[in-house]
């Protein structure tokens, strides 16, 4: 098989244009700006509008991405969401937006595994690139979670925000790409942050909708003794298997789920501040979104550029945690047709063996 990576060659986020800030918040509950930000870093988040959704957020990130990385939807084969706020149980998020883009030859399935879906989506994504599956792939991570927030509830409602990001993924003979990624879980830990109702084992109901148990409901306390230690286990992970360690790291994109988090990671994992890329202040907690976001946000701002390499780190619902090493590429494959790597993946075997023939 020829020696194909999977490199991002574009990407792209979308924040709803409602900004509600902390001193909203205090309007709402018995909540300060100074409790959200000193305990949170966050100071402002995005809410969707009427009318938008999961699906409309991942839309527009997907343009921005497809448009950076010069590929047609038609080029597209595989499309993965990943997201715990998704439009409707099913049909899945990412069919929503394989109709909204056109891309006709392009699988599509969401992946949920709270704040770690992003991570979760780009370790199938590359997984089904280096298995010879998919070429293009668009990996997303989207959320509107203030659609599940109790505005009464100021242990929850104050930390999270609706968005999208993407990425495109695709083959590439060059030798950079996604390193390495890991995943974990431990569902022992499920009841920390969960939505109780509304799936099958607590259908919806005037009762469930009284008490509130479509809302998220979260053990903050717990899960920050979680996600410390979570994270930089997983970040280490990723090192390892990629054969490197923190110091041929440029940048790291944490989950932005509260600032003192990720602080404590950067400083365990020995990582200066200028090493790592923040934006939860204007953001808050966007879950499956967040990381897409940062990473996209970090390349505009010059912060991540061709060549540099990369270390993401989540955790999340489930209990779930993970982390990837990656060399940022960022923009086209200049020469795709040449390379062969214009079009779908193989599907056959014989597509296969062709495959097996093209250049290195
Ligand atoms: O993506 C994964 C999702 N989740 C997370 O990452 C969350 C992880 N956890 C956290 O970020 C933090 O635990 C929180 C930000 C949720 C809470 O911070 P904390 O420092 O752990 O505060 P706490 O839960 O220990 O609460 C301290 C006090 C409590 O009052 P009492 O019992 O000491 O009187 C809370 O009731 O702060 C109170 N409190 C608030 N006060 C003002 C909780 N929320 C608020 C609020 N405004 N919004």
Same mark, same amino acid.
């Given at each position: 098989?020829?020696?194909?990576?999977?490199?991002?060659?574009?990407?792209?986020?979308?924040?709803?244009?409602?900004?509600?800030?902390?001193?909203?918040?205090?309007?709402?509950?018995?909540?300060?700006?100074?409790?959200?930000?000193?305990?949170? =870093?966050?100071?402002?988040?995005?809410?969707? /509008? !009427? +009318?938008?959704?999961?699906?409309? &957020?991942?839309? @527009? %990130?997907?343009?921005?991405?497809?448009?950076?990385?010069?590929?047609?939807?038609?080029?597209?084969?595989?499309?993965?969401?990943?997201?715990?706020?998704?439009?409707?149980?099913?049909?899945?998020?990412?069919?929503?937006?394989?109709?909204?883009?056109?891309?006709?030859?392009?699988?599509?399935?969401?992946?949920?595994?709270?704040?770690?879906?992003?991570?979760?989506?780009?370790?199938?994504?590359?997984?089904?690139?280096?298995?010879?599956?998919?070429?293009?792939?668009?990996?997303?991570?989207?959320?509107?979670?203030?659609?599940?927030?109790?505005?009464?509830?100021?242990?929850?409602?104050?930390?999270?925000?609706?968005?999208?990001?993407?990425?495109?993924?695709?083959?590439?003979?060059?030798?950079? =790409?996604?390193?390495?990624?890991?995943?974990? /879980? !431990? +569902?022992?830990?499920?009841?920390? &942050?969960?939505? @109780? %109702?509304?799936?099958?084992?607590?259908?919806?109901?005037?009762?469930?909708?009284?008490?509130?148990?479509?809302?998220?409901?979260?053990?903050?306390?717990?899960?920050?003794?979680?996600?410390?230690?979570?994270?930089?286990?997983?970040?280490?992970?990723?090192?390892?298997?990629?054969?490197?360690?923190?110091?041929?790291?440029?940048?790291?994109?944490?989950?932005?789920?509260?600032?003192?988090?990720?602080?404590?990671?950067?400083?365990?994992?020995?990582?200066?501040?200028?090493?790592?890329?923040?934006?939860?202040?204007?953001?808050?907690?966007?879950?499956?979104?967040?990381?897409?976001?940062?990473?996209?946000?970090?390349?505009?701002?010059?912060?991540?550029?061709?060549?540099?390499?990369?270390?993401?780190?989540?955790?999340?619902?489930?209990?779930?945690?993970?982390?990837?090493?990656?060399?940022?590429?960022?923009?086209?494959?200049?020469?795709?047709?040449?390379?062969?790597?214009?079009?779908?993946?193989?599907?056959?075997?014989?597509?296969?063996?062709?495959?097996?023939?093209?250049?290195?």
């Amino acid at each position: 098989m020829a020696n194909h990576n999977a490199v991002v060659t574009g990407y792209g986020f979308h924040a709803p244009s409602r900004i509600v800030t902390n001193r909203d918040f205090e309007k709402m509950v018995d909540t300060s700006d100074e409790w959200i930000t000193t305990r949170t =870093g966050i100071k402002e988040r995005h809410f969707a /509008a !009427d +009318g938008e959704s999961t699906s409309t &957020l991942a839309i @527009r %990130a997907a343009k921005v991405a497809l448009e950076r990385a010069h590929m047609r939807p038609a080029d597209l084969d595989l499309i993965v969401v990943g997201s715990a706020s998704p439009d409707y149980l099913f049909p899945a998020t990412a069919c929503i937006v394989q109709s909204a883009l056109g891309a006709e030859h392009a699988g599509a399935f969401d992946v949920e595994a709270a704040c770690t879906s992003f991570i979760s989506a780009l370790a199938i994504a590359n997984g089904m690139i280096l298995g010879g599956t998919a070429r293009n792939a668009l990996v997303i991570g989207a959320e509107t979670l203030s659609r599940l927030l109790d505005f009464t509830d100021r242990t929850t409602c104050v930390l999270f925000g609706d968005g999208a990001g993407a990425v495109v993924l695709e083959a590439s003979n060059a030798s950079v =790409g996604v390193e390495s990624a890991v995943l974990h /879980a !431990d +569902g022992s830990k499920g009841e920390l &942050l969960l939505v @109780r %109702a509304g799936g099958t084992r607590m259908p919806a109901s005037k009762e469930t909708v009284e008490q509130g148990q479509h809302f998220i409901r979260m053990q903050g306390g717990e899960v920050f003794k979680l996600a410390v230690k979570s994270m930089c286990d997983a970040a280490e992970e990723a090192l390892a298997a990629a054969g490197v360690t923190g110091d041929d790291i440029d940048l790291l994109v944490p989950h932005q789920a509260n600032l003192r988090i990720i602080d404590a990671v950067a400083r365990r994992l020995h990582f200066p501040p200028e090493k790592v890329f923040v934006n939860i202040q204007h953001y808050g907690n966007t879950s499956a979104a967040s990381i897409p976001i940062a990473l996209s946000e970090a390349a505009e701002q010059g912060r991540l550029h061709k060549g540099d390499r990369v270390l993401l780190a989540a955790f999340g619902g489930g209990f779930t945690w993970g982390a990837a090493v990656m060399e940022w590429w960022g923009v086209p494959i200049p020469d795709r047709r040449e390379k062969g790597l214009v079009g779908r993946a193989a599907r056959t075997v014989d597509d296969l063996l062709e495959r097996v023939r093209l250049p290195g």
